[in-house]
């Protein structure tokens, strides 16, 4: 015969209810048992009955297990509550934060000259020194840089006008050593050019009518 499954509501026999509570009683404690000898496992089991009779397992003991329960259920308990406090705690800086960031918007807008319909007289000579004051310190650290500049190139200069000197001194020698070299050449080009000239010089004179009598008798 099949065994129908059980619809898991409330069984309105009274009789029926109490043969169903003693038989599943009995399977839950032997399971109970079973799980503690077989895991090991520490564990403690409260069952009360319609009629309020108590029906309890225990291993190792229900006084140590329910000391034990009290305890963790504490730190629990204190844990949720360090979580709770700290959300709470954590929401109120998140509210805190957005509100400062609120703040600093609106007073940047206003340095920048928009939203002033709200700001009374007094507010506006005080935004205008803070506005004032903050341009000080922009020109100043503006001066400072300008000056860090020049202080480069300035420095930069002096090495170009060393590394200047150094070539100059250096061609300046070179030009010493070379001098008697390039003289001794150059009076030599000079003579061979001077002989030359006289070489290819070209005398124009009238003829020797002597030798030309002579030589129209040959004839």
């Known amino acids: ?33 079973e799980l503690s000898v077989l895991c090991d496992a520490e564990m403690a089991l409260i069952v009360f009955s319609p009629k309020g009779k108590l029906y309890e397992f225990a291993n190792p003991s229900m006084k140590t297990l329910l000391e034990r329960y009290k305890k963790c259920s504490e730190e629990s308990n ?4 360090t979580k709770t406090q700290d959300i709470q705690y954590l929401k109120r800086e998140i509210a ?12 940047q807008r206003k340095m920048l000259g928009k939203e002033l319909e709200s700001c009374a007289l007094k507010d506006l000579d005080q935004l205008e020194s803070e506005v004032e004051r903050g341009l ?13 500049q020049i202080k480069q190139l300035e420095r930069k200069e002096q090495i170009l006008r060393e590394d200047n000197a150094f070539l100059c001194k250096r061609l ?31 005398v124009i004179r009238p ?7 002579l030589f129209n008798n040959s004839y």
Do not use: W
């Open 207 to 213: 003829p020797n009518i002597k030798n030309h009598f």
């Open 136 to 148: 000080r310190h922009v020109r100043a650290r503006k001066c400072e840089m300008l000056v860090d």
């Open 96 to 107: 805190n934060m957005e509100e400062m960031i609120h703040i600093l918007e609106s007073r």
């Open 172 to 202: 300046g020698d070179s030009v010493h050593v070379d001098g008697p070299v390039l003289t001794t050449l150059a009076n030599g080009f000079g003579s061979i050019e001077e002989d030359s000239e006289v070489e290819t010089q070209l």
């Open 1 to 33: 015969m099949v065994r129908g499954k059980t619809q898991m509501k409330r069984i309105e026999n009274a009789t029926s209810r109490q043969v169903a509570f003693f038989k599943r009683r009995h399977g839950l404690l032997k399971k109970a048992y």
């Open 78 to 81: 204190k844990a949720n509550t």
